[in-house]
């Protein structure tokens, strides 16, 4: 409970006490609205965090006394028998004692795109690791390819997937750098502001002013003062940003990650699902002679080209014998999606791109051997109208074995040495452009094979990650990939993304177990690739990074880029893709696994500090002012130009909807251009010290000059106070206009532009008509009915604040 809110009820039992009954109702109304509003405000925040997270239970399918049943696989223990199926996610780790060509993609817990394959047999080593031990399946990977049944060895945090997870535990949460500036902030106000408000009761009392009326003052000026609700009204301008991210797909799980996204000064990003589609995608194919193809993802969405002309694959005979092979040779399926491998389905796509009709369901299969890591290879056999054909699919070298012939331009053509060592050639070629070099033959037996050629897949960029990069560099974001990949596919993609130059850098991650904690730190804000890398790399260079004053963005899906995630000042998971390590330990989750949607969200970040610091600009002037007006008064001897109740009515302005309001201005397009801010600057600056000096020296002028005018003229106290009064909440409202922005004019915003402040600032000034023109808020508030001449006057006075505001930012410009 706030002592403050304390105090204030205690003053209204004195009150009440000593039969000031307006005085200890008008306290304890006030108290109520500021109470409700901080109790809404956190009700409001807390609801939209619970709302963002979504959780998943997941079913396996277990064999118990002979039945399969499906159960939650949280329900799982050792011991119990588990079937796997295509498409299916591994519910814990399993020794596998059953399998039918047993495929599992283990990129949650490697990095790695590629499928593994998985044996029965027992490892040739205890000491073999995580991605050796063929013999098991582990919680948290994906089946792609064939079925088994395997009996369960650990479940929860005894599995592999629990191991890693346990990192986190070492890498613990920072406050962000907004967190950190509000709270040395709200320290420093409230030493200053008690200081000046125990002086000014001091000086109230020993000049004979009433002990309890200046108690009052003094806290009530202390609740205005004293920024106890900034926490609450920062939480509330950011839960609006988060809805406005929301609908950007950016879902932010802890409000001040949106403030840091806009800081950020290096983004580390994995590679396999954030900056690529993780989709395998055909991008070359060559018999005798190149052929480039379009589309992306698993469809026949595409085309073949020559020369940036399309290119009619019925007349190319070798490019059609080629596609059919890649369709025969092939387990996938793609009629919901990829069920199988990412190469088949690449390879299955181009297929598609091409016209050809799907011929493994009306045709004969007749033999059958699957791909194994040994032999390098795939043979699919089927009976055709021409007797039986035998595809084939593999490794260059190993398929140049079973080859006799090439398929040229006049048909098959013996198979020379020097055309083996130009293939040869080619596929090097394709393979040092980071494309994955697939070969295809076929013929009538399995040892008289026809060569048809070369398939050269990647996993392409993302569309739209190209220009999200530009534009985070031309802001000073530096951008970072850190992956398990080799160098030359890492460099290639970060080539065709744009941000590895001439100068660029690219470390591995042998090197970076060889480098001291300086040597790296030194280096690690000018590294662009980070290969052949580990969990605990990337939690090393997060670190490095940070340990130079960086602030640090790290996104990824995998298990593998958790610890990662938790260390740096905001994570970013990927929402499809991601495990739910990934996306419980990041702070921001990309629903549509965009990388591009950060660009969003940094422009958000950046709009929301901006936004963050208006409404500081538009608080701390008030309180200024009024603490001013109040101790101005006092040592001069003359009666207070607030009392209690209007002090706290002005705090509930202050912290109500016209400050709200400026924390839904809407997004200025230049903002994304700003360079990211220097953590260690002040969020109130010197430029902010001189605007807030300027607007509040105007109203404590305006607001003196009006009240001292009244008591010349011989008007009554409560007459001159409900001036005062009314003036100063008028200059709040214009203030507000104000704050909208540090630098462009309301009018170049557009004067209705924020339908927020406007309504604000309608319901504020209906409030205070209501509060000089209803009897019962008149007796509670101390005030008086005003005439028109008057309402003119106060209005004439308030607007000076704008009209000096608007001067400023011209002459600025």
């Given at each position: 409970t706030d002592p403050l809110i304390l105090l204030l009820l205690a003053s209204a039992l004195v009150s009440l006490f000593i039969h000031k009954?307006?005085?200890?109702?008008?306290?304890?109304?006030?108290?109520?609205?500021?109470?409700?509003?901080?109790?809404?405000?956190?009700?409001?925040?807390?609801?939209?965090?619970?709302?963002?997270?979504?959780?998943?239970?997941?079913?396996?399918?277990?064999?118990?006394?002979?039945?399969?049943?499906?159960?939650?696989?949280?329900?799982?223990?050792?011991?119990?028998?588990?079937?796997?199926?295509?498409?299916?996610?591994?519910?814990?780790?399993?020794?596998?004692?059953?399998?039918?060509?047993?495929?599992?993609?283990?990129?949650?817990?490697?990095?790695?795109?590629?499928?593994?394959?998985?044996?029965?047999?027992?490892?040739?080593?205890?000491?073999?690791?995580?991605?050796?031990?063929?013999?098991?399946?582990?919680?948290?990977?994906?089946?792609?390819?064939?079925?088994?049944?395997?009996?369960?060895?650990?479940?929860?945090?005894?599995?592999?997937?629990?191991?890693?997870?346990?990192?986190?535990?070492?890498?613990?949460?920072?406050?962000?750098?907004?967190q950190k500036k509000l709270d040395e902030l709200g320290k420093q106000i409230s030493v200053v502001a008690l200081l000046i408000i125990a002086a000014i009761s001091a000086v109230g009392i020993a000049t004979g002013k009433p002990a309890l009326e200046m108690f009052m003052v003094g806290v009530s000026l202390a609740v205005a003062a004293i920024p106890e609700g900034l926490p609450i009204v920062v939480t509330i301008t950011l839960a609006l940003g988060v809805t406005r991210m929301a609908k950007n797909n950016a879902i932010v799980r802890r409000l001040p990650a949106v403030e840091t996204l806009g800081s950020t000064t290096v983004i580390c990003t994995d590679k396999t699902g954030t900056l690529t589609q993780n989709e395998m995608t055909v991008r070359t194919i060559y018999t005798t002679e190149f052929f480039d193809v379009t589309g992306l993802g698993y469809t026949g969405a595409g085309e073949f080209q020559q020369g940036g002309s399309a290119v009619d694959v019925q007349s190319e005979p070798g490019l059609y014998a080629l596609l059919r092979c890649a369709m025969l040779c092939n387990t996938a399926s793609l009629n919901d999606g990829l069920v199988g491998q990412p190469t088949e389905g690449a390879l299955l796509a181009a297929a598609l791109k091409a016209g050809l009709s799907?011929?493994?369901?009306?045709?004969?299969?007749?033999?059958?051997?699957?791909?194994?890591?040994?032999?390098?290879?795939?043979?699919?056999?089927?009976?055709?109208?021409?007797?039986?054909?035998?595809?084939?699919k593999g490794a260059v070298e190993w398929?140049?074995?079973?080859?006799?012939?090439?398929?040229?331009?006049?048909?098959?053509?013996?198979?020379?040495?020097?055309?083996?060592?130009?293939?040869?050639?080619?596929?090097?070629?394709?393979?040092?452009?980071?494309?994955?070099?697939?070969?295809?033959?076929?013929?009538?037996?399995?040892?008289?094979?026809?060569?048809?050629?070369?398939?050269?897949?990647?996993?392409?960029?993302?569309?739209?990650?190209?220009?999200?990069?530009?534009?985070?560099?031309?802001?000073?974001?530096?951008?970072?990939?850190?992956?398990?990949?080799?160098?030359?596919?890492?460099?290639?993609?970060?080539?065709?993304?744009?941000?590895?130059?001439?100068?660029?850098?690219?470390?591995?991650?042998?090197?970076?177990?060889?480098?001291?904690?300086?040597?790296?730190?030194?280096?690690?804000?000018?590294?662009?690739?980070?290969?052949?890398?580990?969990?605990?790399?990337?939690?090393?260079?997060?670190?490095?990074?940070?340990?130079?004053?960086?602030?640090?963005?790290?996104?990824?899906?995998?298990?593998?880029?958790?610890?990662?995630?938790?260390?740096?000042?905001?994570?970013?998971?990927?929402?499809?893709?991601?495990?739910?390590?990934a996306r419980e330990t990041a702070e921001m989750i990309l629903v549509d696994d965009n990388f591009a949607t950060i660009v969003s969200a940094i422009e958000e970040g950046k709009s929301i500090y901006n936004n963050i610091k208006n409404f500081l600009r538009f608080e701390l002037t008030t309180s200024v002012a009024a603490i001013s007006v109040i101790a101005i008064s006092t040592l001069l001897g003359l009666p207070l130009p607030l009392n209690p109740i209007q002090i706290l009515w002005i705090n509930i302005i202050m912290d109500g909807p016209p400050a709200q309001s400026l924390g839904v201005e809407p997004l200025d397009p230049d903002i994304i251009k700003r360079r990211p801010r220097d953590p260690k600057e002040p969020i109130v600056n010197r430029r902010m010290i001189s605007n807030i000096a300027l607007g509040a020296v105007i109203m404590i002028v305006g607001t003196l000059a009006v009240f001292f005018a009244e008591l010349s003229k011989g008007a009554e106290l409560e007459r001159a106070v409900t001036m005062a009064f009314t003036v100063f909440v008028m200059f709040q409202m214009f203030n507000a206009l104000n704050c909208r922005s540090e630098e462009k004019s309301v009018f170049k915003l557009g004067l209705f532009s924020n339908r927020y402040v406007t309504l604000a600032i309608a319901a504020s000034v209906a409030l205070q008509l209501a509060v000089i023109y209803i009897p019962l808020l008149q007796r509670m508030f101390g005030t008086t009915p005003l005439t028109l001449g008057d309402l003119a006057l106060v209005t004439l006075v308030s607007s000076t604040v704008f009209i000096v505001d608007e001067a400023r930012k011209k002459v600025k410009r």
């Open positions: 009954v307006n005085d200890a109702v008008g306290i304890a109304v006030a108290v109520t609205i500021v109470v409700t509003l901080g109790f809404t405000q956190e009700y409001r925040s807390e609801k939209s965090v619970a709302e963002l997270k979504r959780l998943t239970t997941y079913t396996c399918h277990v064999v118990r006394e002979g039945r399969v049943y499906e159960i939650p696989s949280e329900e799982l223990v050792p011991g119990d028998i588990v079937s796997l199926n295509v498409g299916g996610r591994v519910p814990a780790d399993l020794r596998i004692f059953e399998s039918t060509g047993l495929q599992i993609d283990e990129s949650t817990l490697t990095g790695e795109s590629e499928p593994v394959s998985k044996k029965i047999g027992a490892l040739k080593s205890r000491d073999a690791i995580l991605a050796e031990k063929n013999n098991m399946a582990f919680m948290g990977t994906i089946v792609t390819a064939g079925k088994a049944r395997g009996i369960v060895t650990a479940t929860g945090d005894k599995s592999e997937l629990g191991r890693i997870s346990s990192i986190l535990q070492g890498a613990d949460r920072v406050k962000t750098p907004l799907d011929e493994r369901e009306r045709l004969e299969r007749i033999d059958e051997v699957p791909f194994d890591s040994g032999r390098k290879w795939m043979m699919v056999g089927y009976n055709t109208a021409s007797g039986a054909e035998y595809f084939f398929v140049l074995e079973k080859c006799t012939s090439f398929y040229g331009k006049e048909g098959p053509q013996p198979l020379t040495a020097e055309r083996k060592k130009q293939i040869l050639d080619v596929s090097r070629g394709l393979a040092d452009e980071a494309l994955r070099v697939i070969a295809l033959a076929s013929g009538p037996s399995p040892d008289e094979q026809v060569f048809l050629g070369l398939a050269g897949m990647i996993d392409p960029p993302r569309q739209g990650v190209q220009e999200a990069i530009k534009m985070a560099r031309e802001s000073g974001v530096h951008i970072a990939m850190i992956t398990g990949d080799s160098r030359e596919t890492a460099v290639a993609v970060t080539k065709e993304l744009g941000f590895y130059c001439a100068d660029g850098v690219a470390i591995s991650g042998a090197e970076l177990d060889g480098m001291t904690e300086t040597e790296l730190s030194d280096i690690a804000g000018r590294v662009d690739v980070f290969y052949r890398t580990s969990p605990e790399h990337k939690l090393k260079i997060v670190r490095a990074l940070q340990s130079t004053g960086q602030v640090v963005a790290m996104t990824g899906d995998g298990v593998n880029d958790a610890p990662a995630l938790k260390a740096a000042d905001i994570g970013v998971a990927m929402g499809r893709s991601g495990t739910d390590v």
